[in-house]
């Protein structure tokens, strides 16, 4: 069966350090992975997604970046948090029925 | 991106029906879905549904669309206090993005 993991479970980073959350999948090859972010109180911001090793499209400009090393591995990095930063982090794949698959979700704090 | 707009709060009852609603500007959507969030965890996909259909039935939850209004509900007969969640409707376009509402929390009271 398909799993997806995210880790770690929850970070609290000072601002200006730099980030890196890990998510993978498996059970599946070449899945389309996602990144979103849902910040306090609100809905969900697709912030990146990937449709194979090396390929990443950015839904929107921040200072975030994501990388896809391995097929099924999916990373968010930061170079230096700012306070904005902080929320909860979710992974997904499009998996059954077409519909996504998240991760347990990892909740960032930047202080 | 599409928008996709919910009531940010309901309240009911135990043993009452909830109906949760949504509605999405985009004609071209494939599939809507329905997810439920409980605190602290991520997204937990609970139903969806074809555009191509009216209904969909799966044992206490029913979904209802509305195409000509764009308009999604999502029942929940007998709501018991493990149903407190945020429930979040999803559409997907013919390019396989995914657009969200910004959910509706269901809260049950005993």
């Known amino acids: 069966s398909q799993t997806i993991h995210q880790w770690p479970a929850t970070l609290v980073q000072p601002v200006g350090s730099p980030l890196s959350l890990e998510c993978t999948v498996e059970g599946t090859s070449n899945p389309n992975l996602y990144w979103y972010r849902q910040a306090a109180g609100r809905g969900l911001q697709l912030l990146f997604y990937?449709?194979?090793?090396?390929?990443i499209s950015s839904e929107v400009p921040q200072n975030l970046s994501a990388s896809r090393p391995q097929d099924r591995q999916f990373i968010l990095s930061s170079k230096k948090l700012l306070l904005s930063d902080s929320g909860f982090y979710l992974c997904?794949?499009?998996?059954?029925?077409?519909?996504?698959?998240f991760g347990s979700g990892t909740r960032l704090t930047v202080v | 991106g599409e928008d996709v707009e919910q009531s940010l709060f309901l309240s009911v009852r135990e043993g009452d029906s909830s109906v949760i609603n949504c509605t999405y500007t985009?004609?071209?959507?494939?599939?809507l879905y329905w997810y439920k969030q409980e605190p602290g965890a991520g997204l937990q996909l609970l139903t969806y549904?074809?555009?191509?259909?009216d209904m969909k039935q799966d044992q206490r939850l029913t979904v209802l669309l509305n195409k000509k209004d764009k308009h999604l509900s999502l029942r929940i007969a007998d709501t018991q206090t493990g149903d407190s969640a945020i429930y979040f409707c999803?559409?997907?376009?013919?390019?396989?993005?995914?657009?969200f509402g910004s959910g509706t929390k269901l809260n049950v009271k005993p």
């Open positions: 997904a794949w499009i998996g059954f029925n077409y519909g996504y698959t």
């Open positions: 985009d004609s071209s959507s494939t599939y």
């Open positions: 999803a559409e997907r376009d013919n390019f396989n993005k995914f657009y």
């Open positions: 549904i074809f555009s191509n259909m």
């Open positions: 990937s449709v194979g090793i090396g390929q």
